[in-house]
C-alpha cells in the first residue's frame, strides 16, 4: 500500500510540474529543473516540441498563419514583367575583364566602370539596388555574355510578373497579368497566369541580377549580407508601355484585387515623360472601380524628384495598399522631408522605432482619414531581419497572419524548402527595440513563442514579427514580391472599403 501511495505521489507531482511548464512556457527550464530536483523525482524530463528559438517561432507562426474568411478570387497585376538572368556578380564583372576598385553609387549607369563601381558599393553594403544602364549596345554586349555565361540561369523578372506567378501558385485564384510579355517570359510563366494578347510581344526584355553571397570575397572587398544588384536597357517597362491595356483589361477581367508595380522603371525617362506618365497612371488608377483595393509595390530608386511625385501628386492617396524594403522606405523620407530624413543611411540592421515612425508619417500624412480623401490604410514593409504591417484601423482583418506568413516565405523561398527547415535559418532579429523615437514608445523583448508583436499609434496598427534569415541562401531575386503576394493573400479586406 505504502508503495502505491509513493507511485501516486510521484505521478501527481509530476502532472502538477507538467501542468505549470504548459501554463508558463516561458518559466525559465533551470526553475523547472530545480523543482523537478527538489523532489527527488530523478532527471527532469526535456520539454515538449521544438528547443531552439528558429524551431519554436517557426512552429508558432504555423498556429497563427490562417486563410482569411472573405478571401481573393481574381488578382490582376501589372505593368512591369521581364526575363531575369541571374549569376554571379564577381564572376560576370571578372568576365567583363573589371578588376575590383573603389565603390561608387551612380544614378544611371553609362558604362561598365560606372557598373563595376556601383556593384562593389552596394556589395559592401550587403545592400540590394537596382540601376538604369543607358547605353543600348553597351548592354546588349554585357547581356550577351551573361546570358550564354555558365551557370546563367533565366527566370521570371519584373515586380508584376513576379507577384502573379506567386499569386498562380495558389490554383483557387485566377491571375491575370499586363506587361510587356516576350516567348520566353511566356515559356516561363505558370498556366495559371492569363497573359492578353495586346500584352504579347517578340522579343523579351532581360534583366540581369548579379548575386553575391554573404561573406564572398573581391580583392579587399567583403559581402556583409547574401544580396543582389539588378540592371537594365528597358525602355518598354521604362515608359510603363502597357498601363492602358493593364487598365482596359480590367473591366473584362472584374478582379476583386489589383497590384500596380514599375514605377521605378520611369527613372531612365525625361522629367517630362516622368510628370505626363504620373498624371496617367493617377488617372488610370482613378477608373478602376470604387471598392477595389489597389497595391502599389515600389522598387529600389535613385530619383528624389522622382519618388517626391510618386508621394505628392496623388499616387500614394489613389492606392490602397504599399509594399517595400528598408531601401525604398528610407529614399521616401529623406525625398518627401519625412521623420529621420537627415539619415544618410541604416547602420547595419533598420532600427524598428525609426522604421515605425516613418511608417506612421506615411500613413498619417497622406493615408486615409476623416478630413483627407484617400485611399490609402496598409504598408507591409520588410526588409532582412524583420518585418512590419501597419494599417489605419477598421479596413484590414487577418494582418497577424498575414505579417507572419509574409516573414515564413522569406525563409523558405530563401532557402529553397517547402516549410523552414531550422537548421538551415537563423533568428537575427533585434532581441530588445523600441517601437518610436518621436514619441514616448513602448520597449519590446521578443518572444520567439509568441512571435508577431502588435501595438497601436493614432488610429494606426502595427504587426511586427522577426524572419527566419536562410543562412545559405538559393536565390534572393523576388523575395521582396513573393512577401508582398503572401501578406497581401492572407489579408483580408473590409466589405465597406
Same mark, same amino acid.
Given at each position: 500500500?505504502?508503495?502505491?501511495?509513493?507511485?501516486?505521489? *510521484?505521478?501527481?507531482?509530476?502532472? *502538477?510540474?507538467?501542468?505549470?511548464?504548459?501554463? %508558463?512556457?516561458?518559466?525559465?527550464?533551470?526553475?523547472?529543473?530545480?523543482?523537478?530536483?527538489?523532489?527527488?523525482?530523478?532527471?527532469?524530463?526535456?520539454?515538449?516540441?521544438?528547443?531552439?528559438?528558429?524551431?519554436?517561432?517557426?512552429?508558432?507562426?504555423?498556429?497563427?498563419?490562417?486563410?482569411?474568411?472573405?478571401?481573393?478570387?481574381?488578382?490582376?497585376?501589372?505593368?512591369?514583367?521581364?526575363?531575369?538572368?541571374?549569376?554571379?556578380?564577381?564572376?560576370? +564583372?571578372?568576365? +567583363?575583364?573589371?578588376?575590383?576598385?573603389?565603390?561608387?553609387?551612380?544614378?544611371?549607369?553609362?558604362?561598365?566602370?560606372?557598373?563595376?563601381?556601383?556593384?562593389?558599393?552596394?556589395?559592401?553594403?550587403?545592400?540590394?539596388?537596382?540601376?538604369?544602364?543607358?547605353?543600348?549596345?553597351?548592354?546588349?554586349?554585357?547581356?550577351?555574355?551573361?546570358?550564354?555565361?555558365?551557370?546563367?540561369?533565366?527566370?521570371?523578372?519584373?515586380?508584376?510578373?513576379?507577384?502573379?506567378?506567386?499569386?498562380? *501558385?495558389?490554383?483557387?485564384?485566377?491571375?491575370?497579368?499586363?506587361?510587356?510579355?516576350?516567348?520566353?517570359?511566356?515559356?516561363?510563366?505558370?498556366?495559371?497566369?492569363?497573359?492578353?494578347?495586346?500584352?504579347?510581344?517578340?522579343?523579351?526584355?532581360?534583366?540581369?541580377?548579379?548575386?553575391?553571397?554573404?561573406?564572398?570575397?573581391?580583392?579587399?572587398?567583403?559581402?556583409?549580407?547574401?544580396?543582389?544588384?539588378?540592371?537594365?536597357?528597358?525602355?518598354?517597362?521604362?515608359?510603363?508601355?502597357?498601363?492602358?491595356?493593364?487598365?482596359?483589361?480590367?473591366? %473584362?477581367?472584374?478582379?476583386?484585387?489589383?497590384?500596380?508595380?514599375?514605377?521605378?522603371?520611369?527613372?531612365?525617362?525625361?522629367?517630362?515623360?516622368?510628370?505626363?506618365?504620373?498624371? %496617367?497612371?493617377?488617372?488610370?488608377?482613378?477608373?478602376?472601380?470604387?471598392?477595389?483595393?489597389?497595391?502599389?509595390?515600389?522598387?529600389?530608386?535613385?530619383?528624389?524628384?522622382?519618388?517626391?511625385?510618386?508621394?505628392?501628386?496623388?499616387?500614394?492617396?489613389?492606392?490602397?495598399?504599399?509594399?517595400?524594403?528598408?531601401?525604398?522606405?528610407?529614399?521616401?523620407?529623406?525625398?518627401?522631408?519625412?521623420?529621420?530624413?537627415?539619415?544618410?543611411?541604416?547602420?547595419?540592421?533598420?532600427?524598428?522605432?525609426?522604421?515605425?515612425?516613418?511608417?506612421?508619417?506615411?500613413?498619417?500624412?497622406?493615408?486615409?482619414?476623416?478630413?483627407?480623401?484617400?485611399?490609402?490604410?496598409?504598408?507591409?514593409?520588410?526588409?532582412?531581419?524583420?518585418?512590419?504591417?501597419?494599417?489605419?484601423?477598421?479596413?484590414? *482583418?487577418?494582418?497577424?497572419?498575414?505579417?507572419?506568413?509574409?516573414?515564413?516565405?522569406?525563409?523558405?523561398?530563401?532557402?529553397?524548402?517547402?516549410?523552414?527547415?531550422?537548421?538551415?535559418?537563423?533568428?537575427?532579429?533585434?532581441?530588445?527595440?523600441?517601437?518610436?523615437?518621436?514619441?514616448?514608445?513602448?520597449?519590446?523583448?521578443?518572444?520567439?513563442?509568441?512571435?508577431?508583436?502588435?501595438?497601436?499609434? %493614432?488610429?494606426?496598427?502595427?504587426?511586427?514579427?522577426?524572419?527566419?534569415?536562410?543562412?545559405?541562401?538559393?536565390?534572393?531575386?523576388?523575395?521582396?514580391?513573393?512577401?508582398?503576394?503572401?501578406?497581401?493573400?492572407?489579408?483580408?479586406?473590409?466589405?465597406?472599403?
Amino acid at each position: 500500500m505504502a508503495l502505491w501511495r509513493g507511485s501516486a505521489y *510521484a505521478g501527481f507531482l509530476a502532472l *502538477a510540474v507538467g501542468c505549470v511548464f504548459l501554463l %508558463e512556457p516561458e518559466l525559465p527550464g533551470s526553475a523547472l529543473r530545480s523543482l523537478w530536483s527538489s523532489l527527488c523525482l530523478g532527471p527532469a524530463p526535456a520539454p515538449p516540441g521544438p528547443v531552439s528559438p528558429e524551431g519554436r517561432l517557426a512552429a508558432a507562426w504555423d498556429a497563427l498563419i490562417v486563410r482569411p474568411v472573405r478571401r481573393w478570387r481574381r488578382v490582376a497585376v501589372g505593368v512591369n514583367a521581364c526575363v531575369d538572368v541571374v549569376l554571379s556578380g564577381v564572376k560576370l +564583372l571578372q568576365a +567583363l575583364g573589371l578588376s575590383p576598385g573603389n565603390g561608387k553609387d551612380h544614378s544611371v549607369l553609362h558604362s561598365r566602370n560606372d557598373l563595376e563601381e556601383t556593384f562593389i558599393h552596394f556589395m559592401g553594403k550587403g545592400a540590394a539596388a537596382e540601376r538604369f544602364f543607358s547605353d543600348k549596345e553597351t548592354f546588349h554586349d554585357i547581356a550577351q555574355v551573361a546570358s550564354e555565361f555558365p551557370g546563367a540561369q533565366h527566370y521570371v523578372g519584373g515586380n508584376a510578373a513576379l507577384i502573379g506567378q506567386k499569386f498562380a *501558385a495558389n490554383s483557387d485564384l485566377k491571375v491575370l497579368l499586363c506587361g510587356p510579355v516576350g516567348p520566353k517570359l511566356h515559356e516561363l510563366l505558370d498556366d495559371n497566369v492569363f497573359v492578353p494578347p495586346e500584352s504579347l510581344q517578340e522579343v523579351d526584355e532581360f534583366h540581369l541580377i548579379l548575386e553575391y553571397q554573404a561573406g564572398e570575397e573581391w580583392g579587399q572587398l567583403k559581402a556583409p549580407h547574401a544580396n543582389r544588384f539588378i540592371f537594365s536597357h528597358d525602355l518598354s517597362n521604362g515608359a510603363m508601355n502597357m498601363l492602358e491595356v493593364f487598365v482596359s483589361s480590367l473591366e %473584362e477581367f472584374q478582379p476583386d484585387l489589383v497590384v500596380l508595380s514599375g514605377l521605378h522603371m520611369m527613372e531612365g525617362q525625361s522629367k517630362e515623360l516622368q510628370r505626363k506618365r504620373l498624371l %496617367e497612371v493617377v488617372t488610370s488608377i482613378s477608373d478602376i472601380p470604387t471598392g477595389i483595393p489597389v497595391h502599389l509595390e515600389l522598387a529600389s530608386m535613385t530619383n528624389r524628384e522622382l519618388m517626391s511625385s510618386i508621394v505628392h501628386q496623388q499616387v500614394f492617396p489613389a492606392v490602397t495598399s504599399l509594399g517595400l524594403n528598408e531601401q525604398e522606405l528610407l529614399f521616401l523620407t529623406q525625398s518627401a522631408s519625412g521623420p529621420h530624413s537627415s539619415l544618410s543611411s541604416w547602420n547595419g540592421v533598420p532600427d524598428v522605432g525609426m522604421v515605425s515612425d516613418i511608417l506612421f508619417w506615411i500613413l498619417k500624412e497622406h493615408g486615409r482619414s476623416k478630413s483627407r480623401a484617400s485611399d490609402l490604410t496598409r504598408i507591409h514593409f520588410h526588409t532582412l531581419v524583420y518585418h512590419i504591417l501597419a494599417t489605419v484601423d477598421g479596413h484590414w *482583418a487577418n494582418q497577424l497572419a498575414a505579417v507572419a506568413a509574409g516573414a515564413r516565405v522569406a525563409g523558405t523561398q530563401a532557402c529553397a524548402t517547402e516549410t523552414i527547415d531550422t537548421s538551415r535559418v537563423s533568428l537575427r532579429a533585434p532581441q530588445e527595440f523600441m517601437t518610436s523615437h518621436l514619441e514616448a514608445g513602448s520597449r519590446i523583448v521578443l518572444n520567439p513563442n509568441k512571435p508577431v508583436v502588435e501595438w497601436h499609434r %493614432e488610429g494606426i496598427s502595427f504587426h511586427f514579427t522577426p524572419v527566419l534569415v536562410c543562412k545559405d541562401p538559393i536565390r534572393t531575386v523576388g523575395l521582396g514580391d513573393a512577401i508582398s503576394a503572401e501578406g497581401l493573400f492572407y489579408s483580408e479586406v473590409h466589405p465597406h472599403y
